[in-house]
């Protein structure tokens, strides 16, 4: 899924692989923040919704960052933006609404 176009740097550049820029891969620690978050909303405890309130202002750092660096213009050179990009920062949104709004616990008794 191509998050951006750069002649300069070897055509599209996605979330694993960015072609001959220094960018890295950030498509990794995505997917890790993914299975974590997933994991812990599994678990559906408090301790765990905790942590997913940290792992998403991280993922939301972490998506902001990227998008940053993948959309600067550097030298004259400014990379057209692909719907990839657009579809990962929706996503990071959405991850994190679904973790600032967890749905109630049933098994849990308000008035106890």
Same mark, same amino acid.
């Given at each position: 899924?191509?998050? +951006?176009?750069? @002649?300069?740097?070897?055509? %599209?550049?996605? &979330?694993?692989?960015?072609?001959?820029? *220094?960018?890295?891969?950030?498509?990794? #620690?995505?997917?890790?923040?993914? +299975?974590?978050?997933?994991?812990?909303?599994?678990?559906? %405890?408090?301790? @765990?919704?905790?942590? *997913? #309130?940290?792992?998403?202002?991280?993922?939301? &750092?972490?998506?902001?960052?990227?998008?940053? #660096?993948?959309?600067? !213009?550097? &030298?004259?050179? !400014?990379?057209?933006? %692909?719907?990839?990009?657009?579809? *990962? +920062?929706?996503? !990071?949104?959405?991850?994190?609404?679904?973790? #600032?709004?967890?749905?109630?616990?049933?098994?849990?008794?308000? *008035?106890?």
């Amino acid at each position: 899924m191509p998050w +951006v176009y750069v @002649s300069s740097a070897g055509g %599209r550049l996605t &979330a694993m692989d960015t072609g001959t820029s *220094n960018l890295g891969k950030p498509g990794i #620690l995505f997917l890790f923040f993914a +299975v974590w978050i997933i994991v812990n909303m599994a678990i559906n %405890r408090l301790w @765990s919704k905790r942590v *997913n #309130l940290a792992l998403g202002a991280l993922l939301m &750092a972490w998506m902001v960052r990227n998008y940053i #660096l993948f959309t600067h !213009c550097e &030298a004259g050179i !400014c990379p057209d933006k %692909r719907w990839g990009l657009y579809l *990962n +920062v929706l996503a !990071c949104i959405g991850t994190f609404i679904s973790i #600032l709004f967890p749905p109630d616990d049933p098994h849990h008794d308000k *008035n106890a």
